[in-house]
């Protein structure tokens, strides 16, 4: 029997997505998909026609289309993103768009393969009403294309073992289809020295992987934040700025001087690291180095790359301070890679996502009884279930106690630990430990947006609301792009109920609920809210969806579990759900 050879050819591919497709579907399900097919039909569908595309698959929001030739592609492109925005009232569709030449495997009506694979990912890294062209594409379009495109350097992408040069328009970075759109805001610099660790690439070939080199860039990002003479941004608003190549835009966007971007390759039991560190102002290179270890040596390598780093920035530093700095090794990887993977399971704020955090967890305590990050990770989302309804307070609180006690006995400033002791205090009523704990977490790192945001929040749960809002907005200030940045307006929400502005409290109680949507909390404070508030239909309808998560759902069970201290603040909050409905 004769194998049939693998057909291929060269063509041009394009990658189209919508922006904010999944906060527009949250926002308006039946509007957002009208709009979607709105769009196609009467702009994308039109314009692949027109030029001589062929639409190869629709996944969701995302469309993928080849051309047999790289002029049509780009001008389909700008047809497609030179179109007026949506009329006010309607969902408004816009685009990101990656085009990609190069050679392509065909299956049918399908096709593969690395020219597929780059336009996917050269797409995330256009502007949104934009696009983003390979240096390919630009090498064949010169003077054949009326549009400028700006060269946006090389940048390395996922799974991608090689950096791509890319292009992109509109070449001022400015959405052509929402130009009423202010620009993002430009931060001013801190007085002492400032620095974004971006996210390391995972060149290991193997998305399983990207766990990894996020954990790298957490434990760099986490080590300098204990250097008291930096201003660090928050890993959560770095990992929103994962493929964005413009370094001088990133320093604007988050008023930082210093940047530091690398790449991480783990194959087999050797692990290479390349970092650099770039002045933002003017994106020249700083400092740079490659390691090529063992993989047993990582945590000596990160300690390392710190340690240069403080030297490169801030040569006063004494070498005291940092040595206090330097976070204890963990000397097992096993158990370290666990409480990793641990760690990104905790941020779905989901019944599911941590019961699955727990597990690994208590897999990396088999494998290190004295791992102190695993019991503090431990301690506070025990204590976060408890909050949320999901876990019976008398069998769990002890065992999250006796997590937190452990992490403190065995590493005494991991600031987790901290946060631990902050939910555990609540949950007596101690007042004075919420705050001393906070504290000391602060004291332990002062670039730690969420214990910020927790002192503050504390102010409101005990009654001095109006004091809350200075410790959250430093928490922004801190991680502007944090992903966990509900907790934020969960926290805002709360000042403003213990305030008693209800309307207040229902909008960010609204905008906290959204990105999470099991994320208990945040509709029980919608819905006493909008209960205050008059708005018993949508209050209501919020008890249907915490009951969806909570099922025996009861004022008795939310008595229990509300975090107000101040007697009457605990009242308001009981008789709001009490008018919405909660028996």
């Not at 294309?145 to 070449?171: L, S, Y």
């Not at 008693?500 to 999470?516: G, I, L, N, Q, V």
């Amino acid at each position: 029997m004769v194998e049939q050879a693998t057909q291929r050819r060269l063509a041009a591919i394009l990658a189209a997505d919508v922006v904010g497709y999944s906060r527009m579907m949250a926002d308006d399900e039946a509007g957002t998909l009208s709009a979607l097919r709105d769009h196609r039909e009467t702009v994308f569908n039109p314009a692949v026609r027109e030029h001589n595309g062929r639409i190869v698959k629709l996944i969701g929001d995302g469309t993928l289309v080849e051309f047999p030739s790289v002029v049509d592609a780009v001008r389909c492109a700008l047809a497609i993103q030179g179109r007026l925005p949506a009329e006010a009232g309607e969902p408004a569709i816009v685009l990101r768009i990656g085009i990609n030449l190069g050679d392509i495997v065909i299956d049918g009506d399908d096709i593969y393969g690395d020219g597929v694979n780059i336009a996917a990912r050269l797409e995330p890294l256009a502007d949104p009403g934009g696009i983003c062209i390979a240096a390919s594409v630009s090498d064949n379009i010169r003077g054949r294309v009326d549009a400028t495109f700006a060269d946006g350097g090389e940048v390395i992408v996922k799974n991608i073992d090689r950096p791509i040069r890319v292009w992109r328009w509109p070449p001022d970075g400015v959405n052509a289809a929402a130009a009423t759109q202010p620009p993002p805001a430009t931060l001013p610099l801190p007085a002492k020295p400032s620095i974004v660790i971006l996210p390391f690439a995972n060149l290991s070939g193997d998305p399983e992987q990207e766990y990894f080199a996020d954990g790298i860039s957490e434990d760099i990002t986490s080590a300098l934040s204990r250097i008291h003479a930096f201003f660090v941004i928050a890993r959560n608003t770095a990992f929103t700025y994962k493929g964005v190549s413009d370094l001088q835009r990133i320093g604007r966007e988050l008023g930082v001087r210093y940047i530091l971007e690398g790449s991480v390759r783990k194959a087999g039991k050797r692990l290479r690291i390349s970092a650099q560190l770039v002045d933002a102002e003017n994106g020249n290179y700083i400092w740079s180095d490659k390691y090529d270890r063992d993989l047993a040596d990582v945590f000596e390598i990160q300690d390392e790359i710190t340690g240069n780093i403080a030297g490169a920035l801030e040569p006063q530093i004494v070498a005291a301070e940092y040595i206090r700095s330097q976070r204890k090794n963990v000397q097992n990887l096993d158990a370290w890679d666990l409480v990793i993977q641990a760690m990104a399971r905790i941020g779905d704020f989901s019944d599911a996502g941590s019961k699955q955090a727990l597990d690994l967890l208590d897999r990396a305590l088999a494998i290190d009884p004295k791992y102190a990050r695993a019991y503090s990770q431990k301690a506070w989302l025990l204590a976060w279930r408890i909050h949320q309804g999901l876990a019976d307070r008398e069998t769990m609180l002890p065992v999250s106690i006796a997590a937190a006690e452990a992490a403190v006995r065995y590493d005494p400033d991991d600031q987790w630990a901290y946060i631990a002791w902050m939910f555990i205090a609540n949950l007596h009523g101690d007042v004075d430990r919420m705050m001393s704990s906070g504290r000391r977490a602060i004291e332990l790192n002062p670039n730690f947006a969420l214990a910020q945001s927790f002192v503050g929040v504390t102010y409101a749960l005990t009654g001095r609301g109006a004091e809350a809002f200075e410790w959250i907005d430093r928490a922004r200030r801190l991680s502007p792009r944090d992903i966990f940045r509900d907790e934020f307006e969960l926290h805002t929400c709360m000042a403003y109920f213990q305030l008693a502005d209800y309307k207040k409290a229902a909008e960010f109680a609204a905008r906290a609920s959204t990105p999470r949507p099991e994320h208990v909390y945040p509709h029980l404070m919608l819905a006493t809210s909008l209960a205050h508030l008059g708005a018993l239909d949508a209050a209501r309808d919020e008890i249907v969806r915490i009951r969806r998560l909570v099922p025996d759902l009861s004022l008795a069970g939310a008595d229990r579990v509300c975090v107000y201290i101040a007697a009457d603040d605990r009242r308001r909050f009981i008789e709001g759900l009490r008018i919405a409905g909660v028996t």
